[in-house]
Nanobody, 124 residues
Framework: QVQLVESGGGLVQAGGSLRLSCGSSGRTFSSYAMGWFRQASGKNREFVTY????????QYTTSVKGRFTISRDNAKNLLFLQMNSLKPEDTAVYYCALSQYAYGSPNSDDYNYWGQGTQVTVYP
């Protein structure tokens, strides 16, 4: 049984920063890619970023490139998302997800474990 628990969300003014964390237990964390997805109110869940099993391969959705950075600490089973220069349109519930594969993908179907989500709210 895998459990993913996100933390670090909150309320921040536009231009500010937040760092999300995701802790994993119950499965060999270091062998699989991880991803962050988000879902704004009234919208579908969307891909934000992923990182491969070894941390060397990453991809970002266009709207967050240059502002968000994904990283992982395999020794501690932790995933991070550093979010800088936040905009009101970044407001959403952010979910971490564990992939079935070693290499990441923007396709949510490739992820078989999900956290409960953490709310990020960016005000003007």
């Amino acid at each position: 049984q895998v459990q993913l628990v996100e933390s670090g969300g909150g309320l921040v003014q536009a231009g500010g920063s937040l760092r999300l964390s995701c802790g994993s237990s119950g499965r060999t964390f270091s062998s699989y890619a991880m991803g962050w997805f988000r879902q704004a109110s009234g919208k579908n869940r969307e891909f934000v970023t992923y990182i491969g099993w070894d941390g060397k391969n990453t991809q970002y959705t266009t709207s967050v490139k240059g502002r968000f950075t994904i990283s992982r600490d395999n020794a501690k089973n932790l995933l991070f998302l550093q979010m800088n220069s936040l905009k009101p349109e970044d407001t959403a519930v952010y979910y971490c997800a564990l992939s079935q594969y070693a290499y990441g993908s923007p396709n949510s179907d490739d992820y078989n474990y999900w956290g409960q989500g953490t709310q990020v709210t960016v005000y003007p």
